[in-house]
Each structure stands twice: as C-alpha cells, then as structure tokens.
C-alpha cells in the first residue's frame, strides 16, 4: 500500500474509517471488531462480556477539568457503559517518556485511582514501558475495560426505527474546546470553561431501566455529536433530523469555539451519553438523567426518520444543513 | 516526588519494581494488581477469568525472525497461558506517527492477523490514535487479553517447595540478541540468529496436564530468565539452585551475546515458558514438551531448595554466583 499515516487518520471520522478498513480490515476481520463500535461483545458461556481499549494521547496532560489519567479511566468506562455494561475491570498500559517528571507520573496515577474509586472498577493489571527522550510526548496510557452485560440488553443501532427520539445528557464539545484552549493558553485564568471529562456510568444505568424502548446509547467523544449520530443513522439506515436550537451548549464553550473557528458539533465530549429511544421510553429517560447533577441539562434534540442514513440540522434560521463525519483539519489528540 | 523518569524505569527489574511501588501501588492498590504478575486473575460469577496487557515498544519495528505485530499477539498471549489460561480474546490500540509507510503498517496489521490465527485467539476490539511526527517512533502497540482458567488451576509461586525442579522450555536470550543485533545492525545477512517470538499455548497446555505437580510457569521476557528466577524465588520464599551448563542456549546468540558484553540470562526470549513443577510431573513435562517443535531443548536447569529468595548459579567452573533482578544498564525498548 502506498503513502503514509497522516494527522488526517486520527480524526475519528472519515479518514479515520478509511484507514481501517483498508489496513486493519483487511487482516483483522472479526465479526465484533467489523462493526467498528468502540466496544465488543463477546459471547462466551456464561455471562456476556464486552471488551474495549483505547489509546489516550492527549495533549496538554493536564487541563482544566481533568488529566490524562481520569480521561483514560473513565473514556474506557464510558464506552463500556454505552453498550449496556457494566464496568468490572481495568488494566492499563504506560508509555513513559524518559525525562517525565515523577510528580507528574505521580499526579496522573492518582487521578487514574479517585476515577476507578469513584466509578467502582478495579484495575487488576498494567504494564510499563520506557522509551527515550524525544521518542513519545510525556506519556501515553492505553486502558482496556471488560464489562457484563446484564440478560435482556439488547442495545444497537439497527434497532432505531422511525418516530424514535434523539436525546443527549447535557452540553456538547466541552471537552474538545477546554483541551484546545488549554494547548493553545487561551483564557488563562477563565474559570467557567473545564472539561466535562466524567463518568457516565450513572447516566447509562438510569437510561438502561427503560429498555426495550432504550435502543442505542453512545458518548459523542473524538468527531464529536456530529459524527456519532452519522454512524448510527448510517448503521440504523434512516434518516437522524436533529434540531440546531434545541442543542444543549455552554456559552463559554460556544464563545471559545467560535474564536477557533471550530464548531461544537465536532468537538468531543467525555462524559456525555447520547441516546435513541421510542417516545415514550425518551420521556422516562429524560426525567431520570435530569434528576442526576451530570443530567441537568439533558434535552431531546431531534428524531429518527425513514431515510438512508443522512443526518439534517434545522438550523436556528430555519434552513437545513446535512451533518457528516468529521473530515478536513484534523484536531489531534484532543484524548 | 522528586526526579524524573530514567530509562532505568523501563529495565523490567529493580527500577521497574520500584516505580510499581512508590508510584502506582502507592495509589492503585487492588489484591490482583499488587501482585505484579503479568495478568490478574479475577474472580466473577462464572468463568476464571485472566486478564493481562502490555505495551510493545520495540526498535526496530521488524527484526529477524518476527515484528511488533506478531510480537504484540504472542506477548500477551503468553501471559493468559503463563497462568493456566485459554486465550479467547484480544485488544489492540496503536499509537501512529505522522508519516509512518502505510506498507509498513499493512505488514504489521498483517502479521498480527497471521499470529492470532495461529494461536486460535479472536481480536475483537481496537482503537487508533496519531500523534505529530517526532512524538512517537514510527508506532506503539497495546494488546490486551482475556483468558478463562480451567477449573482446578492453580498456578502460583507461593506453591513452589523444596525438591521441586526448574525446567525451560528451550534456548534463552534468542530475542533479546536479535532485536540487539537488528538495532546494531550487527551480523546484517545471518541467516541463523532470530527472535524465538512464537507462542507458548501448546508448551502451556502441554505442562498443565500435569497439574497439581506443576506448581507455577511464566514467560522470561523483559529481564530474562534471571529476573523471572528472582521473583519466583521472592515470591515462594526458597532458594533457586540453577546449572549454568543445563542452561540450552543457541550458539550464535551466544556469541552475539558475547560481542555486546551482554549476559543471555538477563535477555529476553519472546517464545519460551520456564515452569517449577515437583520431580515426577516435572519429568512428564519435559517428555511432553521435546515432542513439541518449539520445546526440542526443553531441558531441566535446576531445582528448589529451602531458603530466603535466593537464585544461585553454580557455574561451568564450580563456582556459585548470585543472581538478581536486572539492573544498571537498561536495555530499552526490546519489546
């Protein structure tokens, strides 16, 4: 195959597609890891397991809001809690740059330790690696989760159907903006703007006691809600209309992205769930997250149409705006 | 804490174990973390699980007689089998720099996939990121995995006592000289000198039929064959007793070995199993194994005597010297 990886490829959207079907695919064509989600299920006698990993390199390592090792734990933990599971184990893998101030190994590890306490996961195993001055940014840190799923799950896209109801947990792009600005030191000092880098274990639990209503669940982090709603109408073959006004946004995250010229449809949350439910089971949901802190400012933003996998934005100006992967400038490591 | 992260940190021996301690077990304490073994068993409703990762950071990404693809795989795949496990699952996460070969990535993909069809063992879990040129070294892996233990297993050093003997499962070092000599570019066209990177599921298998005299096995890789003795010896509180010249090694890594004023006992070997076992179940064993190609040099290297932790090597010339857990020059990035 010819050229080379390019920034492009860790978009999270269509190049990032790209490169995996064409290299990954390929070679590795697993029935679970075809459906490209961010988590497996697993079938095995007895309890039905799902497994995730992901590779946090994010930079700065710390920013307003979080670091490095409380995204790594609850990143790997939210993409357990989408698929219905419960979070049960942990393990970590670090990629130590030689030269990392011990105090700030130090400071990452315990973040990763008040996150595993506050989720309730254990992580049962890790590993370290060293590599020399020049040859990583500080540290890399690879978490693996595997949850259960409790009988009766049955959470997928394919399950979305017309009339069903589009709903998120609260403000989006949070994440990406706080990162950013805290790369390129704007606002130094402005309090208001933070990650919302948290769990959404709670979120996901209160949301699974509606299920069958309960169709798909997904936390909208690198691409963004933009690029998570494309995947599901893609993978559910209808159409997502989503309502530009009815979009939950903090106006200091909306401030701070316009001045990048960036927009917060893109830009990756880390503890937001977006989910797709019958009306009835929406409702239900609503009233549940909004009764959480993390939940305050859930909303219904929009619903599921016949259609061939197109998602449209009603803009605050009433025209239309078809919405796809992430694509063009690519925002690397932003997690 | 002061300082910062040294190479030394990624040794696999004295400086790794203290940075386990003073840093993440200061904060990340859970009972199947804390025993610094390779993969965790956890107990849950149902199976014997084993969960393990482990990051590959090896330079050159390919060196005679395999690649960080297939090296990923049988890494951790070793790990589940050092515990008694049957793999069942696999997670791969790659941190990619800019500009890497596609072709190069392709043969790695590529090498991964002939390697988990080799071994039986289902990927089916990923995530890739890409970081900025010169923020990484062409690519990281991690691979994590899931195994499920027998019932009846129990493999632990605490389980090793007096008499029992110490076999392994062919020649020491092979990778560690190989991956030397690739970086060094030494002995370019030496058709005889290779990694042993393969998989020790049948070796695994074979011993474990001899369950409950096999008391513990494990996979000398970063630190070699010395520093796995260390640690049993630590961990089952007897003394080692080990004959340099029943140790099986390849006569060109040796002299390699002796080229780079290396020691074979302190290098890695990607494909080996060293198993404590008591006398009768330690014969069967090595009876079993030599009729496996990868345990033709299986050989008996020593045996347990009471003691305080203690790894003794007597010597081709009659003398005894103590071994240790590696220390001083770190050999970085050999896997």
Request: charged fraction near 25%; charge should be negative; glycine fraction near 12%.
């Amino acid at each position: 195959m010819e050229g080379v990886v390019s920034l492009a490829h860790g978009d999270g959207g269509l190049a990032t597609r790209e490169l995996l079907r064409e290299v990954f695919l390929k070679y590795l064509d697993d029935p679970a890891l075809r459906r490209l989600e961010d988590s497996a299920r697993v079938d095995f006698p007895g309890p039905c397991l799902v497994l995730t990993t992901d590779a946090f390199v994010v930079s700065p390592l710390f920013f307003p809001g979080g670091d490095i090792g409380c995204l790594s734990v609850y990143g790997t933990v939210n993409d357990l809690c989408c698929l219905g599971a419960d979070p049960l184990f942990l393990t970590a893998s670090f990629v130590l740059e030689e030269g990392l101030r011990l105090a700030d190994l130090e400071r990452i590890v315990a973040s990763m330790a008040q996150a595993t306490r506050r989720v309730g996961v254990r992580l049962v195993a890790g590993d370290t690696k060293v590599v020399p001055r020049g040859m990583a940014d500080g540290l890399y840190v690879t978490t693996s989760g595997v949850g259960h799923i409790p009988p009766g799950t049955d959470l997928r896209p394919e399950r979305i159907s017309p009339g069903d109801r589009i709903l998120v947990s609260g403000t989006i792009g949070d994440h990406g903006v706080a990162v950013l600005a805290a790369r390129h030191r704007l606002l130094e000092g402005e309090a208001t703007l933070a990650s919302d880098c948290g769990p959404v274990h709670r979120l996901a639990g209160a949301a699974r006691r509606f299920a069958p209503g309960l169709k798909v669940m997904r936390d909208p982090t690198r691409g963004g809600l933009a690029t998570v709603l494309k995947e599901l109408a893609e993978a559910g073959r209808c159409d997502l209309l989503v309502e530009e006004e009815a979009l939950p946004t903090d106006p200091a995250a909306a401030a701070v992205a316009e001045l990048l010229g960036l927009d917060l449809l893109y830009l990756a949350s880390e503890g937001k769930l977006v989910a797709v439910a019958a009306p009835e089971a929406a409702d239900a949901i609503l009233q549940a997250w909004r009764q959480l802190p993390e939940g305050q400012r859930a909303s219904c933003v929009g619903e599921v149409r016949e259609g061939s996998g197109r998602v449209l934005l009603k803009t605050a100006l009433g025209g239309t705006r078809e919405l796809h992967l992430v694509t063009g400038e690519p925002l690397p490591r932003i997690c």
